[in-house]
């Protein structure tokens, strides 16, 4: 197997688990359970996962979507997050490409992909994982600069939080309620990731969001789904505007030199 099949295959794996964690994360987050302690548990039956149970999407198939002590139906979410989380970490392992900023980019992904189902469903985003994914990218640049990286990643990091979050607090008092400050948090965070790779992406992951909400907002109009004043969770948005960065930076990197 060729090196970059060896990393991509090993990212695979790496998002499957990720993925499974973020089920965890997405499900007790908002019901301000903790995340590592108890085990995983069947939430009809309350009988704790066995190992192979815990197994990201095979499980799953060999149970046949029900679990095995009460029977009762385990969402498709489950496994469709786990294979979300594997697909969207292999893209930014090809579009961004084997370098420290990486770690920071599937940091992203991983909050991203978090966020944007929890707004999903209950309309907002927590604090705490906002606040935890700055904590990792954190950890992440004493690990770099430990490991004798002296890029300058903090400035540009911090520079790019401040505008992207500036950016949208801006747009959030003009639009007056349209949208929440989790939105900004969330934007600051993805926005500082983004601006890792370059200042630029950092405006098309915000210019990305817009696009695809209002692209979303008229499809809803003209479907009679919804009329203007229906509010939209705008994570998913948020989210796929960061997506949309990586391949923007894959196709015209160092772009404006910035
Ligand atoms: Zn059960």
């Known amino acids: 197997m060729s090196l970059i099949g060896a990393i991509s295959l090993s990212m695979v794996l790496l998002g499957l688990l990720i993925g499974s964690f973020?089920?965890?994360?997405?499900?007790?987050?908002?019901?301000?359970?903790?995340?590592?302690?108890?085990?995983?548990?069947?939430?009809?039956?309350?009988?704790?996962?066995?190992?192979?149970?815990?197994?990201?999407?095979?499980?799953?198939?060999?149970?046949?979507?029900?679990?095995?002590?009460?029977?009762?139906?385990?969402?498709?979410?489950?496994?469709?997050?786990?294979?979300?989380?594997?697909?969207?970490?292999?893209?930014?392992?090809?579009?961004?490409g084997v370098h420290w900023t990486l770690a920071y980019v599937l940091i992203g992904d991983f909050v991203a992909i978090v966020a944007s189902e929890i707004d999903l469903e209950v309309r907002r985003i927590p604090n705490l994982l906002v606040i935890s994914g700055f904590g990792l990218c954190l950890v992440s640049m004493v690990v770099q600069f430990l490991s004798g990286d002296s890029s300058r990643q903090l400035d540009r990091f911090?520079?790019?939080?401040?505008?992207?979050?500036?950016?949208?607090?801006?747009?959030?008092?003009?639009?007056?309620?349209?949208m929440g400050m989790g939105d900004v948090k969330l934007v600051g965070l993805l926005g500082?990731?983004?601006?890792?790779?370059?200042?630029?992406?950092?405006?098309?992951?915000?210019?990305?969001?817009?696009?695809?909400?209002?692209?979303?907002?008229?499809?809803?109009?003209?479907l009679k789904r919804a009329d203007r004043k229906s509010a939209v969770p705008f994570g998913p948005f948020i989210g796929a505007g960061y997506i949309v960065s990586q391949l923007a930076y894959h196709f015209t990197p160092h772009l404006l030199g910035l």
């Open 192 to 222: 500082a990731i983004a601006g890792l790779l370059g200042y630029p992406y950092v405006f098309i992951l915000i210019l990305g969001a817009f696009a695809f909400g209002s692209i979303f907002g008229i499809a809803l109009i003209a």
């Open 22 to 96: 973020a089920n965890v994360a997405v499900y007790r987050i908002p019901r301000g359970e903790s995340l590592i302690k108890p085990r995983s548990h069947c939430v009809s039956c309350d009988r704790e996962l066995s190992a192979f149970e815990n197994v990201p999407v095979i499980s799953w198939v060999l149970q046949k979507g029900r679990c095995r002590g009460c029977g009762v139906r385990i969402s498709a979410r489950y496994p469709v997050t786990e294979l979300l989380t594997a697909v969207v970490f292999v893209y930014s392992l090809w579009l961004v």
């Open 158 to 178: 911090f520079i790019a939080l401040i505008a992207s979050s500036g950016a949208l607090y801006a747009i959030a008092l003009i639009s007056r309620g349209g």
